[in-house]
């Protein structure tokens, strides 16, 4: 009955478990391509909040520039003895000048529109100033200016400045009491930036963790500026380490996908993981009924085996057995309990009469297994031995 219920319910079993395990499997998947478009989404808007950014912070140097281009074109054009051909050409220059404060003024406008997000001010405050500030907050920071910053490109400084500035606040949120090291080296052709703390404290760590669009708008900058970036888990705590050349190149590397890359139809990491422990599941839940029966089997077999050792009746005691004994001196080579296997044969008639049967043998490969002497007794008396074969 258990055979014939558990081939019934064995093909049953599988292909539920192998339906549920492939809408777990589409489910999957459309998370996953949820997830992923919700994180190329995130880093995008990071990336443009970054450009509006730095948008801003040329505003800044370009309209100040040319701020001052139209002051000396203007008081250019005031000058005693200049000709009027040199006073025209300045005053176009002293327009033009304006007109490109205007521009630059739109366009930036437009970008404080589709980015509210971005600090259109940002601070002018040196890295010392920066480090000071830190410090007082209860920050125990470090800094560590190598080489000479004179004639450091703007781009270059200002993207120096936010690394520090952003790697400084984070610093602050998840880890406040760690030591922390801002290290900058200048040298003829880059400027390296690292900033790195200890591990953070119990207290720290409970803390909520941002979604870290700042270090993608960190990435984004720096990319821009032809430059390398990294960030991540280092000797316990945390490290952002920027390299910036003072001559980028004419064209900057495109952004580095933010989700790993895949050939099409090729499975996540995480859900060929997922696939592999329910092919685990399916395989245990398989092999555990077969597995239990197998064990139940081979324990029976053994105390099967067990039993007929015990209702083995060894031929020479038989052999010495006579008609007419007392049951007394016959039980003194009987084993402990009869056979459980009874041959086919008709036993002696008459009244009291009872029988017995014990086994030739325990081995099921001898040619003897199933064989069994028949012992009947009258009134405690053998009055019959018999050697029967199925």
């Known amino acids: 009955m258990g055979v014939v219920v558990l081939a019934a319910m064995l093909p049953w079993f599988a292909g539920r478990f192998w339906r549920q395990y492939q809408e777990l499997i589409r489910a999957g998947w459309e998370r996953a391509e949820h997830l992923e478009r919700e994180q190329r989404l995130v880093a995008e808007q990071a990336r443009l909040l970054e450009r509006a950014r730095i948008a801003q912070d040329m505003h800044d140097v370009l309209g100040h520039d040319l701020s001052l281009i139209a002051l000396s074109a203007g008081a250019l054009k005031l000058a005693p003895g200049l000709e009027d051909h040199h006073r025209l050409a300045v005053q176009n220059i002293r ?5 490109a404060v205007e521009r630059l003024g739109e366009v930036i406008g437009v970008l404080r529109e589709e980015s509210d997000d971005a600090p259109m001010r940002p601070s002018r405050s040196s890295l010392t100033h920066l480090v000071d500030e830190a410090s007082a907050s209860g920050i125990a920071v470090e800094l560590h200016v190598d080489g000479e910053r004179a004639g450091l490109p703007p781009v270059v400084e200002r993207a120096a400045h936010r690394v520090v500035q952003e790697a400084l ?7 406040p009491h760690a030591a922390t090291t801002v290290h900058v080296s200048h040298t003829a052709t880059e400027t390296a930036v690292s900033v790195k703390n200890g591990p953070a404290s119990a207290a720290a760590g409970s803390r909520p963790r941002s979604g870290g669009r700042g270090l993608i708008g ?10 390398f970036f990294e960030y991540g888990p280092q000797g316990g705590g945390y490290a952002v380490v920027a390299r910036l050349p003072h001559m980028p190149p004419a064209q900057a590397p495109l952004p580095a996908d933010p989700t790993p890359h895949r ?18 599941t399916l395989v245990t839940a398989v092999m555990l009924p077969l597995v239990t029966g197998a064990v139940l089997s081979g324990t029976l077999m053994v105390w099967e085996t067990l039993s007929a050792s015990r209702s083995v009746l060894d031929p020479r005691d038989y052999a010495r057995l006579r008609v007419g004994q007392d049951r007394s001196e016959v039980e003194r080579v009987l084993p402990d309990r009869q056979t459980i296997h009874r041959p ?10 009872t029988c017995e049967y014990y086994a030739m043998t325990a081995d099921r490969f001898d040619d003897r297994s199933g064989d069994a002497y028949r012992l009947c007794f009258q009134r405690n008396v053998l009055v019959s031995l018999d050697a029967l074969t199925p």
């Not at 606040?169 to 880890?175: D, F, G, L, R, S």
């Open 344 to 353: 086919s044969a008709t036993e002696p008639e008459g009244r009291g009469i």
């Open 218 to 227: 960190l990435d984004e900058r720096v990319r821009l500026a032809g430059g």
């Open 95 to 99: 327009a033009k000048a304006a007109a």
């Open 169 to 175: 606040t984070n610093v602050a949120k998840h880890a």
């Open 263 to 280: 050939q099409r139809g090729e499975l996540p990491q995480e859900y060929r993981r997922a696939r592999l422990r329910a092919g685990r």
